[in-house]
């Protein structure tokens, strides 16, 4: 491996759109290439890791960003025409199309849906979970549909006859082939921005599930998991989530 431009796995986890727990995965299968620096110091080069990894499917699909010179707002995309198998998305003023979810995205969204729905039945009884697709407006340019939204009982004025109308608790969004780098990285600046105290990134590819949460300004990991562990958080105590059960066809 070339030994200029070197780059961390965080570094290489953002570029590629993975989490870390996936980049450390393809460390230890020597799936990439890397060298190490020494005891779990590893560094990367991104240009031959995009080599190693061409037509594995790693790389996702980009969703149609229509731009110009127009700032779309949330009345403009009252306005859009729906279209089959098809969904829209404004991050602040860029109007996002993306095909519709799979199956597999749609059980691991009831799957996690049903144990986070059990868990706050017995600790937030006035709290409320959201599926997609329900509107969430964050400001006049932003519009998304989280696959799964928290809004807690002390919340509830957030929640409009048509739309959430703030920012939920919690936010969840499940990585499809076309979301990943747009859920990593535009998504999650828009959520900081807009204060939501946790933001899950779930990827049932790679079956992982990072828990972010924020401190000093920025989001960082508060709870994360792969494969077939069971994940608890330090916000949500009581909570188990067994990884196996949102991986199961």
């Known amino acids: 491996m070339k030994t200029t431009n070197l780059i961390t796995a965080q570094a290489l986890a953002d570029a590629l759109g993975l989490s870390v727990e996936t980049i450390w995965r393809y460390t230890r299968n020597n799936k990439i290439p890397y060298i190490t620096l020494g005891e779990r110091q590893y560094r990367y080069n991104l240009q031959e890791v995009l080599a190693a990894l061409a037509g594995t499917g790693v ?3 980009t969703p149609e960003y229509i731009s110009g010179a127009k700032r779309f707002t949330y009345q403009d995309y009252l306005k859009l025409s729906e279209e089959p198998g098809c969904r829209y998305e404004i ?3 860029e109007l996002t199309k993306e095909p519709s979810p799979f199956t597999l995205h749609q059980r691991v969204s009831r799957e996690l ?3 986070l729905l059990v868990y706050l039945r017995r600790t937030d009884p006035l709290g409320e979970i959201f599926n997609a697709p329900l509107d969430l407006t964050l400001n006049e340019f932003t ?5 799964i939204m928290y809004i807690s009982g002390e919340q509830k004025d957030i929640i409009k ?5 703030g920012a939920p608790l919690l936010v969840v969004e499940i990585i499809s082939e076309t979301s990943r780098r747009k859920d990593r990285l535009r998504k999650r600046r828009v959520y900081q921005e807009a204060g939501i105290q946790h933001y899950w990134l779930v990827d049932p590819y790679e079956k992982t599930i990072e828990c972010l ?3 000093d300004g ?3 990991l508060a709870a994360s998991g792969m494969d077939e562990e069971t994940v ?3 916000d949500f105590p009581g909570l188990s989530i067994p990884l196996s059960e949102l991986w199961r066809d």
């Open 113 to 115: 849906g049903y144990i």
């Open 213 to 215: 949460a924020p401190h």
């Open 91 to 93: 991050l602040a003023g």
């Open 143 to 147: 519009v998304v549909q989280p696959d």
């Open 218 to 220: 920025e989001y960082i």
């Open 161 to 165: 006859e048509t739309r959430i109308d």
């Open 59 to 61: 790389r996702e699909r």
């Open 232 to 234: 608890t958080h330090p």
